[in-house]
């Protein structure tokens, strides 16, 4: 039960992309910001890079007390399209929303994605992405946590595929 001098979450709507622009912005106005953020590996020209992406895009968090802070200035924050209302007030998010998403952060501030099942040599998996996306498959071997060996079966004959860990699972 949350008291009436205790300060909530509201989500905060932002422009396309910028994220990252209205969590700066809200901080200099010294708003407590929080910017769920998760890690992905994005391959490009033979390098694989790890970048942050953001968990709910387009949607940050702001930590309020209504009764004694003004929110009207979000609204005209760089970044920031809106603030998330229902009629003309912001409505909060549910208690312990934030806190456990930041249950889940890892040591440097992401949501770490857990594999509910690991996939072993005979297990037949399913592509998630990528060209050969929605197909069946067998698992021929794991090359190491990031890459699965799978083989598909392709205009009558079986094919070997070599796919990011990722974007597999078991079937």
Known sequence: MTTPN????YAVHTHPREEHKALVNLRRQNYEVYLPRYAKKVRH???VERVLRPFFP???FVSLNLAIEGWRAIRSTLGVSDIVCFG????PLPPGVIEELKRYED???CIAFKRQKTIKKGDPVLVLSGPFSQLLGRCESVTDNERVSILLDLLGRKVRVL???ETVEAA
């Open 107 to 109: 040591t440097e501030g």
């Open 6 to 9: 205790e300060p909530l979450w």
């Open 58 to 60: 387009r949607y940050l």
């Open 88 to 91: 003309d007030q912001p409505t």
């Open 163 to 165: 796919v990011d860990a």
């Open 45 to 47: 020209a033979r390098r």
